[in-house]
């Protein structure tokens, strides 16, 4: 799984995201500062919804940019046998179901598709990137999913 790669379609997927978040922000504002949604009485909330769905939209929007510059300033880089799981890194588990998560600055449960499978994009204040971050190819850890707990093995860090 070429890294570069997925960083690019991660980055392609936060970038629409932020475009349509952007364009609702935008429409939502023009709505709420339009001349029909002006209360036409004490009772009359619709200009004042609109403005906070507007202001919700705008920091949605500001969250999405954030995360496209996070993710556009992050080396790729290899991580070397045996060095501990930080940003940047993809790891892949083996137990139940085994899977791939990529630590991201930002973001976390965007999905993407690679060649390899679906790649989780998780953060290290996340509860599983605060179990990963650390941790080093072949280590084990405890993870509980739906109420039950299971062993999963680190089989790779690139």
Same mark, same amino acid.
């Given at each position: 799984?070429?890294? #570069?790669?997925? $960083? !690019?379609?991660?980055?392609? &997927? $936060?970038?629409?995201? $932020?475009?349509?978040?952007t ?18 009485? &004490?009772?009359? @909330? ?6 906070y ?5 705008? &920091? ?6 954030l995360?496209?510059? *996070?993710f556009?300033?992050? %080396? /790729?880089r !290899?991580?070397?046998?045996?060095? %501990? ?9 083996? =137990? ?7 630590? =991201? ?9 690679? !060649?390899g499978? %679906? /790649?989780? /994009?998780?953060?290290p ?6 179990? $990963? /971050?650390?941790?080093? *190819?072949?280590d @084990? ?6 109420? &039950? #707990? ?9």
């Amino acid at each position: 799984m070429n890294k #570069r790669d997925l $960083l !690019d379609r991660i980055l392609g &997927k $936060l970038s629409a995201e $932020l475009a349509a978040i952007t364009r609702a922000a935008r429409a939502t504002h023009a709505e709420a500062t339009d001349e029909e949604n002006k209360a036409e009485d &004490k009772y009359d @909330t619709r200009g004042l919804e609109a403005s906070y769905l507007a202001h919700g939209q705008s &920091k949605a929007a500001e969250e999405a940019a954030l995360a496209v510059a *996070q993710f556009s300033a992050l %080396p /790729v880089r !290899d991580f070397a046998p045996g060095e %501990p799981i930080s940003l940047g890194a993809l790891v892949r588990l083996e =137990g139940r179901g085994g899977s791939h998560y990529f630590i =991201g600055p930002r973001a976390g449960g965007t999905e993407i598709e690679s !060649d390899g499978g %679906p /790649v989780l /994009v998780i953060t290290p204040q996340s509860p599983l990137g605060r179990q $990963l /971050v650390g941790r080093r *190819q072949g280590d @084990t850890l405890l993870l509980e999913f739906g109420g &039950k #707990r299971s062993e999963f093995r680190v089989a790779s860090v690139t």
